[in-house]
């Protein structure tokens, strides 16, 4: 049964009966025969393979899609894959909107935060490199509390101009 119909161009059993002629009625991916008989790995439950022609470029709407006969759990695994590639895209764009608006590091060390957020009183949201990178939040009480391995305090660049996140990304060592 095909999910959200009207977005699939008028020939789309022909499409998919191609897709599946064309693969042998096998999946693509894994191999196994369309009909066949398995034990789902998650419920136990015993179930017949059908093949689902995937879009390959996730465009329903095509009307020259790029699709392949895969079974549910090859297909399964396809679109999780998709869906992990659009969440990273999506990050990579954001990156290129926002801001840094003020760096702080240990002068004596190797930790570096990145604000791109402050609620005006103690938490900060930003870029932090430390033994990692990662977004996240902190805040201003422990920085001022901070020391480095010499125990100098945490120092702030006062001559950094709100920069994008992606150019700072770019030039941080």
């Not at 066949?36 to 995937?54: D, K, N, P, Q």
């Not at 709100?162 to 060592?173: A, E, N």
Request: proline letters at 5%; charged letters at 25%; hydrophobic letters at 40%.
């Amino acid at each position: 049964m095909v999910k959200h119909r009207w977005l699939y161009p008028e020939n789309w059993d022909e499409l998919a009966w191609e897709c599946k002629e064309r693969a042998g009625w096998c999946c693509e991916f894994c191999g196994i025969a369309h009909g066949t008989e398995v034990v789902s790995e998650r419920t136990g439950v015993v179930y017949i393979v059908h093949l689902a022609a995937a879009h390959l470029d996730h465009d329903p709407w095509n009307p020259e899609p790029r699709l392949a006969a895969l079974c549910p759990s090859c297909h399964g695994r396809y679109d999780y894959t998709f869906r992990e590639r659009q969440r990273w895209l999506e990050l990579e764009q954001l990156r290129h909107r926002v801001w840094v608006n003020a760096y702080v590091y240990t002068p004596d060390g190797q930790w570096t935060w990145y604000v791109l957020e402050f609620d005006g009183e103690d938490m900060f949201f930003g870029w932090v490199v430390g033994f990692e990178e990662e977004l996240g939040y902190f805040r201003l009480s422990e920085l001022r509390q901070a020391r480095g391995p010499w125990g100098l305090l945490i120092e702030r660049d006062l001559h950094l101009q709100p920069t994008r996140l992606s150019l700072v990304k770019r030039w941080h060592p």
